[in-house]
Every structure is written in structure tokens, then in C-alpha cells.
T-cell receptor
Framework: GQQLNQSPQSMFIQEGEDVSMNCTSS?????WLWYKQDPGEGPVLLIA?????ELTSNGRLTAQFGITRKDSFLNISASIPSDVGIYFC??????????????FGEGTQLTVNP | DAGVIQSPRHEVTEMGQEVTLRCKPI?????LFWYRQTMMRGLELLIY????????DSGMPEDRFSAKMPNASFSTLKIQPSEPRDSAVYFC??????????FGQGTRLTVV
């Protein structure tokens, strides 16, 4: 089956630093999504990527859909304390049989020290 | 729209009891997913429905788990009998085809 490898598993940074995390897959995805989960809440969508090579920004967040369709990265610039949480990548496969099914990475736990 | 609504938010039950988790998807979404989240295994897809029909239940751990979607606005995930290892956060998510999945706030289940 499909697998997503997300790294790093955890990050401890100082406020104001930039952050980078990435996901790689053993197979091709049509869509890459990045979610953030706050404690006690469900994952919330941050950025969606639909085309190979696409680079998309959302405020201090920037994400790219790898040209091979097997990887994606998320950058957070000038981190702030409220960036704390778990970040998940998710891939949506080609839609022949799987519809909108998502495969999730293991998550990156981000801690920001003031 | 109020988003995906799950109930209850928290459930504590004794081993052997039946547990029913509920989900109301976003109106107009034709896909509904049930996920389980644990520290050890992360987010696992249990089952998903398309137009109220179960499409893939290969993630359901065992026969103690069952899910239904009697109509487009309601789904249940039932565990009978429950066991301590079922303790986890269970999420429901919904989406339209080829759009992003929106998650509910989850049900934190503790089986003692």
C-alpha cells in the first residue's frame, strides 16, 4: 500500500526562526495537502497543492508539490508561539479506485519557544 | 456551514460495553471518512463512504467495529464489545470529490 514518510518527527525552535518539513511517498499522488492539528482538535487544512511543481503560499506558510509527484515540503517563516502543533502532510492518489481517500504522514510535532 | 459535527466529544466506558460515535458531515459532501488517531499509529483510515455506500472498510480493525451511513447527513461508528486498546481519538471527515477533506473535532474514547 501507499506510505508517506514525514520528517522530522519533532522540532524545537525559537520564536522567529524558519521551519521546514517534508513528506516523501513511495507512489505518485494527484494532490498534496498540509494540515495542522491543535491539541484537542481535529486537523485543519493549511494548504492544498494540485499540480506537480506548484508552489503555494498562505501568509507565512509556503508549500510545494514536488515535480516527481512523490514529495512535498512545507515551510513556515518567522515562527510564532501559536504555530505550535502537529503538522500532517496528506496525499490523495490518482482517482481510479480510491475516490477522495487520503494517506497521512506520521506528523511533525512543532514546539516554538518564546 | 457548521462544519463536520461529531458527538460525543468525550466518552468513557467500561470494557465490554457498546460504544456509538456519531458524525454529521458538511451538507453537500458525498464522501465521509472515519479515522482513528493514536500516538503509536498516527491517523489511520478505518472506513469511508461515497454517497452513503461503504467503499473501503479494509482499515476496520476487526468485527467488533461497524459503521453505517443511513443517509447523507448522518453516520455512526459502533464498537461492540469495546476493549481498552480501542482507546483513541476518532475523527470523522467529509469532502466532495477531488476537494479537501474537512475534519470534525473528534471523539476521545477511553475504555477502562
Amino acid at each position: 500500500g501507499q506510505q508517506l514518510n514525514q520528517s522530522p518527527q519533532s522540532m524545537f525552535i525559537q520564536e522567529g526562526e524558519d521551519v521546514s518539513m517534508n513528506c516523501t511517498s513511495s507512489s505518485i499522488f494527484n494532490t498534496w495537502l498540509w494540515y495542522k492539528q491543535d491539541p484537542g482538535e481535529g486537523p485543519v487544512l493549511l494548504i492544498a497543492l494540485y499540480k506537480a511543481g506548484e508552489l503555494t503560499s498562505n501568509g507565512r506558510l509556503t508549500a510545494q508539490f514536488g515535480i516527481t509527484r512523490k514529495d512535498s515540503f512545507l515551510n513556515i517563516s518567522a515562527s510564532i508561539p501559536s504555530d505550535v502543533g502537529i503538522y500532517f502532510c496528506a496525499g490523495q492518489p490518482r482517482e481510479e479506485t480510491s475516490g477522495s481517500r487520503l494517506t497521512f504522514g506520521e506528523g511533525t510535532q512543532l514546539t516554538v519557544n518564546p | 456551514d457548521a462544519g463536520v459535527i461529531q458527538s460525543p466529544r468525550h466518552e468513557v466506558t467500561e470494557m465490554g460495553q457498546e460504544v456509538t460515535l456519531r458524525c454529521k458531515p458538511i451538507s453537500g459532501h458525498d464522501y465521509l471518512f472515519w479515522y482513528r488517531q493514536t500516538m503509536m499509529r498516527g491517523l489511520e483510515l478505518l472506513i469511508y463512504f461515497n454517497n452513503n455506500v461503504p467503499i473501503d472498510d479494509s482499515g476496520m480493525p476487526e468485527d467488533r467495529f461497524s459503521a453505517k451511513m443511513p443517509n447523507a447527513s448522518f453516520s455512526t461508528l459502533k464498537i461492540q464489545p469495546s476493549e481498552p486498546r480501542d482507546s483513541a481519538v476518532y475523527f470523522c471527515a467529509s469532502t466532495r470529490r477531488n476537494t479537501e477533506a474537512f475534519f470534525g473535532q473528534g471523539t476521545r474514547l477511553t475504555v477502562v
